[in-house]
């Protein structure tokens, strides 16, 4: 008998192939170059194996919602991603209605395979685009054109029902006036959801050398303020708001598998490298995969997963996960979902401070930070927790 308060959100599966054609200096996923062709049958079997082994802890759900990430799944031929897909079919009961998304750069050779991937079950794709300017693609590493992208657009936009595009900003030297504008040619391809990055340095980065030797910049905290604002400002004009931090969408084409994990349902992370969190008893559990590919790999082979961290998480951590996910998006949480996790409630008076400053708004059922708490998210967030 399951008697948890995730399981009324979902349950969504995020696969992991972990290969890029080029390491982008930003990067801190786990992404890896291969210089000889990577074996996809000897993948899939190890891929087939851990959706089994998964199922077999956690039998009888539904999936709502399958995403495809990386690394560069778009990598990856179609007839694996159908094997994968079937195999997640055979492991679960899948909502026929359920979003199946895989992430893809767009590179004329990688649109070559969007019929095939439509075909193997795919029915929306998100495109890592990231600028509309040939220099700054240039600088962020990436193989494709702003032409090549925009031709890639298209061919999705004739494809699939639903696409998406990911852009980085608060680049080099980038204006708010020249974001903007940049914005509003990408809104102009007709997309439905948007996910808008500020460009961050991470640790271990080729960018983060380039940073410390003085040879990027990002921009001071007032232009990273006046760049976040205009987006705002630019998405709403043209009816795509945010509905999380960094996520823009027209009413109803939120992304259904990042909602889940907002809004802190059960998802499995299936290759290396990725997380899960599963419910078994009335306890969620914390999964972590081997993230390096052929050390994964032959871990499955041997044990039938590749899963090497694994806890069982106290009511306080699921209560500042549920948090910490939940106050991203624009609707907020519930705080009785709160204090079904951890058994207390929230700290009446650091709500009350945090109301008066005008950084969230308390209405009943729903705890949700206001448009000028979104900037401080981070702070309000440790505020709620302490
Ligand atoms: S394509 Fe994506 S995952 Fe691969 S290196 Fe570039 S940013 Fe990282």
Redesign the pocket.
């Given at each position: 008998m399951i008697d948890h308060p995730t399981r009324d959100v979902g349950f969504g599966v995020y696969v992991h192939w972990p290969f890029?054609?080029?390491?982008?200096p930003?990067?801190?996923?786990?992404?890896h170059?291969r210089h000889q062709p990577v074996d996809q049958e000897r993948f899939l079997t190890a891929f087939r194996r851990e959706i089994a082994h998964t199922a077999s802890r956690i039998p009888g759900r539904t999936v709502t919602s399958i995403f495809f990430g990386?690394?560069?799944p778009s990598l990856m031929k179609p007839e694996t991603v159908g094997a994968i897909l079937d195999a997640i079919g055979g492991a679960w009961a899948v909502d026929p209605k359920a979003e199946v998304t895989l992430?893809a750069?767009p590179t004329s050779v990688e649109a070559e395979r969007f019929r095939g991937y439509r075909r193997a079950g795919i029915n929306r794709v998100s495109l890592?685009v990231?600028a509309l300017n040939d220099p700054d693609l240039k600088r962020l590493?990436?193989m494709h054109s702003v032409d090549e992208a925009l031709g890639a657009v298209r061919i999705a936009a004739s494809i699939f029902e639903r696409y998406s595009f990911d852009l980085i900003y608060a680049r080099s030297g980038q204006t708010p006036q020249a974001w903007g504008a940049e914005l509003e040619q990408a809104i102009s391809h007709s997309v439905e959801h948007l996910s808008l990055y500020q460009l961050t340095i991470e640790p271990g980065t080729w960018f983060q050398r380039l940073y410390d030797a003085g040879k990027i910049t990002v921009p001071d905290e007032e232009t990273g303020r006046a760049l976040y604002d205009i987006t705002q400002e630019v998405c709403e004009k043209y009816g795509l708001p945010a509905y999380e931090i960094s996520n823009h969408a027209k009413p109803g084409a939120e992304s259904r598998h990042n909602l889940l994990y907002w809004r802190y349902g059960e998802y499995a992370g299936i290759g290396p490298g990725a997380h899960g969190r599963l419910v078994t008893g009335n306890a969620r559990l914390a999964t972590a995969t081997e993230k390096h590919p052929e050390t994964w790999l032959e871990l499955v082979e041997r044990e039938g997963h590749g899963v090497i961290d694994e806890e069982v998480l106290t009511s306080e951590a699921e209560g500042d996960e549920f948090l910490l996910m939940g106050l991203r998006l624009k609707e907020g949480v519930d705080p009785r979902r709160f204090e079904a996790f951890t058994g207390r409630t929230l700290n009446p008076r650091r709500l009350r401070n945090l109301e008066e400053e005008g950084l969230i708004q308390v209405n009943g059922t729903r705890l949700a930070v206001t448009p000028k708490g979104f900037p401080v998210l981070n702070a309000v967030i440790a505020e709620l927790a302490a």
């Amino acid at each position: 008998m399951i008697d948890h308060p995730t399981r009324d959100v979902g349950f969504g599966v995020y696969v992991h192939w972990p290969f890029c054609a080029s390491k982008c200096p930003y990067c801190d996923f786990n992404s890896h170059v291969r210089h000889q062709p990577v074996d996809q049958e000897r993948f899939l079997t190890a891929f087939r194996r851990e959706i089994a082994h998964t199922a077999s802890r956690i039998p009888g759900r539904t999936v709502t919602s399958i995403f495809f990430g990386g690394g560069t799944p778009s990598l990856m031929k179609p007839e694996t991603v159908g094997a994968i897909l079937d195999a997640i079919g055979g492991a679960w009961a899948v909502d026929p209605k359920a979003e199946v998304t895989l992430e893809a750069n767009p590179t004329s050779v990688e649109a070559e395979r969007f019929r095939g991937y439509r075909r193997a079950g795919i029915n929306r794709v998100s495109l890592g685009v990231q600028a509309l300017n040939d220099p700054d693609l240039k600088r962020l590493g990436r193989m494709h054109s702003v032409d090549e992208a925009l031709g890639a657009v298209r061919i999705a936009a004739s494809i699939f029902e639903r696409y998406s595009f990911d852009l980085i900003y608060a680049r080099s030297g980038q204006t708010p006036q020249a974001w903007g504008a940049e914005l509003e040619q990408a809104i102009s391809h007709s997309v439905e959801h948007l996910s808008l990055y500020q460009l961050t340095i991470e640790p271990g980065t080729w960018f983060q050398r380039l940073y410390d030797a003085g040879k990027i910049t990002v921009p001071d905290e007032e232009t990273g303020r006046a760049l976040y604002d205009i987006t705002q400002e630019v998405c709403e004009k043209y009816g795509l708001p945010a509905y999380e931090i960094s996520n823009h969408a027209k009413p109803g084409a939120e992304s259904r598998h990042n909602l889940l994990y907002w809004r802190y349902g059960e998802y499995a992370g299936i290759g290396p490298g990725a997380h899960g969190r599963l419910v078994t008893g009335n306890a969620r559990l914390a999964t972590a995969t081997e993230k390096h590919p052929e050390t994964w790999l032959e871990l499955v082979e041997r044990e039938g997963h590749g899963v090497i961290d694994e806890e069982v998480l106290t009511s306080e951590a699921e209560g500042d996960e549920f948090l910490l996910m939940g106050l991203r998006l624009k609707e907020g949480v519930d705080p009785r979902r709160f204090e079904a996790f951890t058994g207390r409630t929230l700290n009446p008076r650091r709500l009350r401070n945090l109301e008066e400053e005008g950084l969230i708004q308390v209405n009943g059922t729903r705890l949700a930070v206001t448009p000028k708490g979104f900037p401080v998210l981070n702070a309000v967030i440790a505020e709620l927790a302490a």
